[in-house]
């Protein structure tokens, strides 16, 4: 079983980018889901995060209201952050995350699947 994040980029600033996070051996859509982000010399920080189908509640981090929202393709079975009016400090590689236990919801006690991260560069 794995999570694949996707769609990251270079981007100028200003400009949108839409990460997609899906899954192989499992479905994303009965999980919960959080995308942290990590800069060069930095910690991992949280940016969102979305409960199951069950739930369906969004959480975005303070300091990311208003540019990014997070939301779910049934139809996909995918997982998106739409990041908007990125700001160089923007850059770092964005991870998607599960609980992988059916029915959560956010914020997950704990995190028991990572996918592999998809690098987001905002620079003119």
């Known amino acids: 079983v794995q999570l694949q994040a996707s769609g990251g980029g270079l981007v100028q600033p200003g400009g949108s980018l839409r990460l997609s996070c899906a899954a192989s051996g499992f479905t994303v859509d009965y999980y919960a889901i959080a995308w942290f982000r990590q800069a060069p010399g930095k910690e991992r920080e949280g940016v969102s995060c979305?409960?199951?189908?069950?739930?369906?509640?969004?959480y975005i981090s303070a300091p990311f209201k208003g540019r990014f929202t997070i939301s779910r393709d049934y139809d996909k079975h995918a997982v998106y952050l739409q990041m908007n009016n990125l700001e160089p400090d923007d850059t770092a590689v964005y991870y998607c995350?599960?609980?992988?236990?059916?029915?959560?919801?956010?914020?997950?006690?704990?995190?028991?699947?990572w996918g592999q991260g998809t690098q987001v560069t905002v620079s003119s």
């Open positions: 979305i409960s199951s189908s069950d739930d369906g509640s969004t």
């Open positions: 995350v599960t609980d992988r236990s059916p029915g959560s919801s956010c914020p997950m006690a704990y995190f028991a699947l």
